[in-house]
């Protein structure tokens, strides 16, 4: 089998890469690793009408990914090696998508008890987080820290102040501030997840200057979406943090162009439709993401020359490895063939009803979208995506 894209030409023979050359630059194709998304959620165990760890592999294999990291917040929390254990024996697919689940940071997602990051790094955890219920107490947030730094392991902060309602942007930036406050006393790994507003990002910028071993990930809708776009009381466009303003947007954009948001997750986080019909106020927190986050980043960031495609690439690849200590398929000769080709040039309107997620419901219903990935490629086998 040959493959051309505009960045590499590539030989494969019974499933091997056999040979590594550039590509056509005409062609309007391109070759990319699978996607890594360490932020999203399937749910299962508890959730399964919202979505089962089947449905959300189907979906995370749609949109290009290989390897994702679901958060702990199920029911029962994924905080022991028992459920750890649930979910690799429930998640075995055909796809060879690889889980590496998120643990919590404290038994429950109470935030009084610290789990056994050792015990669970050993069965397969790949950061801890209480995602969804921050850890507001920055004693045990400092305990989390060094327990992490002692693993080699990192927090992955959701970052809320809960004296403020969420739409107040002081309810993520002075949670970010007080974070960084406390890693400043500690040392260690901390990785920002889904990041919204201005403040935040200038926040994190200047801790990097400092030295701080500081990382940060957006999500597509938070680069797509202003409140602007909220025109009526409509449940679709619920998430947490909430979308934010034109300013934000543009400041969350600068940081990704900057390097200060270094990685792109999706914070998939289905609901059933009958909960993300309701109105605004009703509405859960949280929308899908996987099936349309590289279409997304590529309409909205690099055709609005952002970043390039080998930028993008890189915040959806190598950065989230990097993080999370995942190794990389890498596309080189004598590897096995394990990669997206992606169709720069395809143009699609994104339509819920065809998305392989439970949740149908999107608020990007509608939407005119441009690049797609639309085959994976397996050892010898060729996914029409
Ligand atoms: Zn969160």
């Not at 930036?173 to 406390?182: D, K, S």
């Not at 979406?225 to 943090?241: L, V």
């Not at 059933?272 to 899908?288: A, R, V």
Request: glycine share 8%; proline share 5%; charged share 25%.
């Amino acid at each position: 089998m040959e493959i051309t894209g505009n960045n590499l030409k590539l030989i494969i023979k019974d499933g091997i890469i056999t040979e590594v050359s550039s590509g056509n630059p005409s062609s309007n194709l391109y070759i990319s690793p699978r996607f890594i998304d360490l932020h999203c959620h399937l749910r299962e165990p508890g959730g399964e009408g919202k979505e089962t760890l089947e449905t959300g592999i189907k979906s995370a294999f749609t949109g290009g990914y290989g390897i994702i990291c679901p958060m702990p917040n199920t029911n029962p929390v994924c905080d022991t090696s028992e459920i750890l254990h649930y979910i690799f024996s429930h998640s075995k697919n055909p796809y060879d998508i690889k889980l590496k689940p998120i643990c919590a940071i404290t038994t429950g997602l109470t935030g009084e008890q610290i789990t056994d990051f050792e015990d669970l790094i050993k069965n397969g955890a790949a950061g801890f987080s209480n995602d969804g219920k921050p850890v507001e107490n920055m004693e045990i947030f400092k305990k989390a820290l060094i327990k992490a730094a002692g693993c080699n392991s990192v927090i992955f902060s959701h970052a809320e102040n809960t004296d403020f309602p969420p739409d107040d942007p002081r309810s993520e930036w002075t949670a970010v501030e007080r974070e960084l406050n406390t890693l400043r006393k500690t040392g260690g790994r901390l990785h920002f997840a889904h990041i919204s507003t201005q403040k935040s990002t200038e926040l994190i910028r200047s801790a990097k200057q400092e030295g701080l071993k500081v990382t940060a990930e957006t999500a597509p809708h938070y680069f797509t979406f202003s409140t602007d776009d909220i025109t009526s009381n409509d449940g679709r466009f619920k998430m947490n943090p909430p979308l934010r303003t034109k300013d934000d947007v543009d400041a969350i954009k600068e940081g990704l162009k900057d390097g200060t948001v270094d990685i792109i997750a999706t914070d998939h986080a289905p609901h059933t439709n009958e909960e993300k019909l309701q109105t605004y106020n009703k509405s859960p927190f949280g929308i899908t993401g996987f099936e349309t986050a590289f279409s997304l980043a590529y309409t909205n960031l690099v055709l609005k020359g952002v970043l390039t495609i080998e930028q993008l690439i890189d915040k959806l690849v190598y950065t989230p490895a990097r993080i999370a200590g995942i190794k990389v398929y890498g596309i080189n000769p004598g590897e096995k063939a394990e990669f997206n080709i992606i169709d720069l040039n395809k143009k699609y309107t994104v339509k819920g009803e065809n998305f392989k997620t439970k949740c149908k419901i999107t608020p990007y219903e509608g939407l005119e979208l441009t690049g797609k990935v639309y085959q994976t490629i397996i050892g010898d086998k060729i996914y029409n995506l």
